[in-house]
């Protein structure tokens, strides 16, 4: 079983919010987050209600402010939990063309840096064979975050993103 607590100001002070399930909308639980706890299962948490904004992948520790989770404030208004039963393998296609056209490159482990490994800045499609995975905007898993599960990605609005600019990505292993 999945467990988060929300705080509302940093170091796990302030009202908290408790969850174990997917929430749509936490605006009733809480006014804004500025700490978290995740003690079991991984988390995917969003800017706004229903599943939308910016994503945040969390696994479980403890995050004492927002900046930890690479957050750009305090909102967070949905979350939800996920689970992966799996032999352990991972596999990903990236591609610099939408609908899986173009430069192609198929990975199985992390990748601190797209540009060194790919030559290429964008990612426009990809398909996520095996594995859960979690796209940055920059380079050394940094900026925006894109939870990515498997399925195919036909072009880079259908991960959400605004742009193609993809810098690195990681594996979640933390299960």
């Known amino acids: 079983m999945s467990k988060i607590i929300f705080y ?10 408790e969850c174990n399930t997917d ?6 639980h809480f006014s ?20 939308s904004g910016f994503q945040y ?3 479980r520790g403890e995050y004492p402010e927002y900046q930890r989770w690479m957050g750009y404030n305090d909102s967070i208004r949905s979350c939800r939990t996920f689970s992966y039963q799996s032999d352990g393998s991972y596999r990903i296609r990236i591609y610099d063309r939408p609908d899986f056209q173009g430069q192609m490159m198929e ?7 797209i540009h060194e490994n790919f030559q290429c800045r964008s990612v426009h499609s990809c398909n996520v064979m095996e594995g859960y995975w ?4 920059n380079p050394s898993y940094r900026g925006r975050q894109y939870f990515m599960p498997p399925g195919e990605y036909r072009k ?16 979640i292993t933390d299960f």
Not at 8 to 17: A, L, M, P, T, V
Not at 156 to 171: H, K, L, N, V
């Open 8 to 17: 509302e100001d940093r170091n796990f002070q302030g009202r908290s919010y």
């Open 156 to 171: 880079f609005s259908d991960w959400g993103a605004a742009c193609a600019t993809i810098g690195s990505f990681r594996r």
């Open 57 to 59: 992948v969390l696994t």
């Open 134 to 137: 979690t796209f940055y905007e």
């Open 107 to 113: 990975f199985s482990d992390d990748c601190e840096s």
């Open 32 to 51: 804004r987050c500025n700490s978290i706890k995740v003690q079991s299962g991984c988390w995917v948490l969003y800017e706004r209600p229903n599943y």
């Open 23 to 28: 929430c749509p909308d936490m605006h009733p």
